[in-house]
């Protein structure tokens, strides 16, 4: 039996070990990453062979699942040929697909296979969101999604020549030229820019959310659902060492996480509180839980699990949030509300219903928008345009 062919029925048994639960469990990722650790006769090599191809079958799930058990070799081989051209995946594909033809659009490899590129994306989320429907938008949400670094150093240098030393090749985002694209399968959490805290890894549609808000040097910021504080050490360093953030989540752990980051990063302008100060803060960040629809180019899973039903609980704890947070913001402040969701019931509609409820906020222009149109003062931030996941942002201001 060739290496190949041994390497085909391991995926085959993942696969099945998966499929009851690819489309109802929210947490997969954790599932997978289990899975591939239980496999004591796995090397690191083999783990991200077999990610790759899990990934790849969740992204083009439609196109695959019918045919898991009564055309198992054809389900090894269209894997083996949609997945990633890595030097991980390389051999693998050689003897698995060289035989198919190399199709780069998405539009000719589901004329190959005969499918529908549609398909790709829940039917139900059409209504919510007809943009990413477009040949453009439905080719960046198959796409591997990008590792993108946000720069913690006034010295890119350093972090510059480290990498060409290891041979990684970066790019600089046209856009945000402070947000380097790793190009290749570098890991930079192995790096000594990474240890030093020169470098944070932050999505780039992540990093134009609190770049379109024009933040003021010096302001007092509170970050209401912080989480482990990747827009936190953002804001805090978008402050400068005469400004500060107050972080808040309800999870503690997050917060120990986000202190770490903080002190690697050598920023002392963070802070966690319990109980923020009403009316205290030039500036409120409600980066709110949402669906994660915006991510589902990077957690292709939760294009299954997630239903409309989610959509609408997601909206209605969003606009609590909101309201609950408001009173932090001081007269003249802003209230700047965030999701990685492509919804307008959780963007939109929220804003709209607090602004109606909430007679002493007026919604703002934002200071940039990257390209996008502002819809009512605020944007949406589509994956294919910068190579992000998806976002959505709106500045309000207390009168």
Known sequence: MSVATSQQQVFLRLLRQLAPHWRRDAALPRRIQQLLSGERSFGSRDRRLY???????????????????????????IVAWLAADT???????????????????????????????????????????????????????????????????ERPEDVRS????????????????????????????????YTRGLIEIQDLGSQLVLESVGIEDGEHWLDACAG?????????????????????????????????????AELENVRTVDAPEPAAYDGVLVDAPC????????????KWTTTPAQIGEKAWLQQTLLAKFAGNVRPGGRLVYATCSLSPQENARVVDAFLAAHPEFQSVPLARNFGFIPVQNAITLLPARHDTDGFFVASLRRR
């Open 291 to 302: 669906s994660g629809s915006g991510t589902w180019r990077r957690s292709p899973h939760l």
């Open 228 to 264: 482990a504080g990747g827009k936190t050490l953002q804001l805090a360093r978008l402050l400068g060492g005469d400004g500060s953030v107050d972080a808040h989540d309800i999870r503690a752990t997050a917060l120990d996480e986000l202190l770490s980051r903080a002190e690697r």
């Open 51 to 77: 990610r790759e191809l899990l990934y790849t079958t969740l992204r083009y799930l439609p196109w695959i699942e019918p045919d898991l058990e009564r055309e198992p070799a054809r389900v090894v081989k």
């Open 162 to 193: 480290e990498f060409e030393a290891v041979d990684w090749r970066i790019k600089e985002a046209p856009a945000l030229p402070s947000a380097w694209r790793i190009l290749g399968d570098g890991d930079a959490t192995k790096s000594k820019a």
């Open 87 to 153: 030097r991980d995946t390389r051999a693998y594909r050689e003897e698995t697909c060289a035989d198919w033809p190399t199709l780069s659009s998405l539009a000719e490899r589901a004329s190959f296979l005969k499918a529908h590129p549609e398909t790709l994306l829940p039917a139900w989320f059409r209504d919510d969101c007809p943009e990413i429907f477009t040949p453009t938008e439905l080719a960046a949400q198959l796409a591997r999604a990008p590792i993108w670094l946000r720069l913690q150093t």
